[in-house]
């Protein structure tokens, strides 16, 4: 195979990818991913820094280095916008706010952390797990419903399995941040955005596309004018986002594919700027090779419940990706694409005595 151009190491190097707009690579080290793409916006007043890198003084030193081969430093930094809710796309957006009084925008779903407070989702143990035998030992748990254990941290997935010792190791330390009251590489967003909202940056005007699916709350920001279309996540170059049923959506997978339709139908898009990998052209194209392979996918799940029978999520996201995949992100995206068959009303569900879901396609 090919080596994904979203696996390349970060260059030193800035380059202009559209008028008054800087490519900064910054390296990152997660599973398919070499660099993750922040972009300079310059205009008269400074620069507004779309998606500034992981947290932590060593991503934020890199960071800087960048920026001064632009000529850009941290105090000409007046807005910073965030994609979406993941740590190497926001991470250095709280420090810019303290060092610049920087705005932060992001989408007014922004969240991130365990458990949104509030959240109709409430965090349950183990021992409340839906469908865990009750007295009578019958499973109580309403199947039209979905599983309650939607974007809690705590104890088993929603499909049933346990999480692994590393995510346990993160959860306490989160845990005990949230704890101390000091997270403070989580970034408050100043100004929360909306679709369609107007921005002005790089001296133009963008305007905010929410694009649900990668994340419940991504933001795309595109300019009509020059035909330039940040992407952040929603649309790579040559790999397809990780699409998790540990959301707050009931389908995330359906939204992708709404959102996904959303972009691939905007005129005037010329150059495409992804979070990971290079400027591309064709957005409608690729969002078009996106959405159908996730409808592979999906096929491939109903041949596997033909070959094994009602089967769990780990039993359908093993035969699903490649063994050097195999884990917590694998399985959920096989739960988001069960759910979405399940909804579609092309699978059937139950939860087994032992907590597992059981999914079978007719
Ligand atoms: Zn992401
Ligand atoms: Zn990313």
Redesign the pocket.
């Known amino acids: 195979m090919s080596r994904r151009q979203e696996r390349e190491s970060a260059r030193t190097e800035v380059t202009e990818v559209a008028p008054d707009i800087l490519r900064l690579e910054l390296p990152i080290r997660i599973p398919g991913l070499g660099h993750v793409n922040c972009y300079a916006l310059i205009d008269s007043e400074g620069a507004a820094i779309v998606d500034p890198g992981l947290p932590g003084p060593g991503a934020w030193r890199t960071l800087q280095d960048r920026m001064a081969r632009a000529g850009i430093s941290a105090k000409h930094v007046h807005t910073v916008i965030v994609t979406?809710s993941?740590p190497?796309?926001f991470g250095g957006a709280a420090r810019f706010h303290k060092e610049s009084g920087a705005k932060v925008i992001a989408h007014h779903s922004f969240y991130f952390g365990p458990g949104r407070p509030g959240s109709d989702q409430p965090e349950v143990s183990v021992d409340d797990l839906p469908g865990k035998p009750k007295d009578d030992g019958e499973a109580d748990e309403d199947l039209n419903q979905p599983p309650k254990l939607v974007h809690s941290w705590r104890g088993a997935t929603p499909w049933g399995s346990s999480r692994t010792a590393l995510d346990i190791g993160r959860r306490l330390l989160w845990r005990t941040l949230m704890f101390m009251g000091r997270v403070p590489w989580v970034p408050e967003i100043t100004h929360p955005i909306g679709h369609g909202d107007e921005l002005k940056l790089a001296g133009r005007d963008f305007f905010a596309v929410h694009t649900p699916g990668?994340?419940a709350d991504h933001l795309c920001l595109h300019d009509p004018e020059t035909g330039t279309f940040l992407a952040?996540?929603h649309v790579l170059p040559t790999i397809t986002?990780?699409i998790s049923g540990l959301s707050e959506s009931r389908d995330p997978l359906a939204s992708f594919f709404y959102s996904l339709d959303r972009v691939a139908e905007i005129s005037h898009v010329g150059q495409v700027l992804p979070?990971h990998g290079h400027p591309f052209t064709d957005l409608a194209e690729r969002a078009e090779a996106i959405k159908r392979h996730h409808y592979e996918r999906l096929d491939r799940i109903k041949e596997i419940a033909r070959e094994i029978g009602p089967g769990t999520v780990p039993e359908f996201s093993s035969k699903l990706f490649p063994p050097r995949s195999w884990g917590l992100m694998a399985e959920a995206e096989t739960y988001a694409h069960l759910e979405h068959l399940l909804l579609a009303g092309e699978a059937e569900r139950r939860r087994r005595s032992d907590g597992m879901l059981v999914y079978e396609t007719g």
Do not use: E, K, L, Q
């Open positions: 979406h993941h190497d796309h990668h994340t952040g996540d986002p990780h979070a």
